[in-house]
């Protein structure tokens, strides 16, 4: 009883703080463990498609709310002409227009970092996450390498969930705006995949 108690006492303690987020929300896109289970036994029955999207990443790295931010910098990142070792985490939009009041559609989420001692190239891991239109609670992953001074740069789509399980494509780069102060990007994305549907 006594451990019900303070079980009790920690949750109502963290609601009140605002910290308890809820997970209790209704199934997007047919998710939850036996919808996936349908879907697999109904992928016989599926059909390929293929889906183009076009959107803008907005990488701020300054000002008072980056979207993306250092969380490692070795002391030989200062020496390297390529800031080899650097990796930020990112939560960037994605908009419909360059523009950053553009039309928000989804999230880049994910993990940069600079693995190139020759070249300025990026390993990019990192989830699209769609929050709006027909895609919204679908998610593409990328995984790739991304060498940023090139005017077009492929990277592999490797999976999704949502309308986008098993997918797979490439996703195209070419930045629109860099501030070489500032570090921030505007990046235009073109992006090819091929996924399932019934």
Same mark, same amino acid.
């Given at each position: 009883?006594?451990?019900?108690?303070?079980?009790?006492?920690?949750?109502?303690?963290?609601?009140v703080s605002g910290l308890v987020v809820t997970t209790i929300a209704k199934p997007v896109n047919g998710e939850g463990p036996e919808a996936v289970e349908q879907w697999f036994k109904d992928f016989p029955n599926a059909k390929e498609k293929t889906t183009k999207l076009h959107f803008y990443f907005h990488d701020i790295v300054a000002g008072d709310n980056p979207?993306?931010?250092?969380?490692?910098?070795?002391? =030989? @990142?200062?020496?390297s002409p390529t800031n080899f070792g650097l990796v930020r985490v990112m939560d960037n939009?994605?908009? #419909? &227009?360059?523009?950053?009041?553009?039309?928000i559609i989804g999230r880049a989420q994910g993990i940069y970092a600079s693995a190139s001692m020759e070249e300025f190239g990026l390993l990019m891991t990192?989830?699209?996450?769609?929050?709006?239109?027909?895609?919204?609670? =679908? @998610?593409?992953?990328?995984?790739?390498?991304?060498?940023?001074?090139?005017?077009?740069?492929?990277?592999?789509? #490797? &999976?999704?969930?949502?309308?986008?399980?098993?997918?797979?494509?490439?996703?195209?780069?070419?930045?629109?705006?860099?501030?070489?102060t500032s570090q921030d990007a505007i990046v235009e994305y073109d992006v090819i995949v091929l996924h399932y549907g019934f």
């Open positions: 009883m006594e451990k019900l108690c303070t079980i009790l006492i920690l949750l109502l303690s963290f609601s979207s993306a931010i250092t969380v490692a910098k070795p002391n =030989s @990142t200062v020496v939009q994605l908009t #419909v &227009g360059p523009e950053p009041d553009s039309k990192l989830n699209y996450v769609f929050t709006d239109g027909k895609y919204n609670g =679908s @998610t593409l992953t990328i995984v790739g390498h991304n060498p940023i001074l090139n005017e077009y740069r492929e990277m592999p789509i #490797v &999976g999704g969930s949502g309308v986008f399980r098993l997918a797979r494509g490439v996703a195209t780069a070419q930045t629109v705006w860099f501030n070489l």
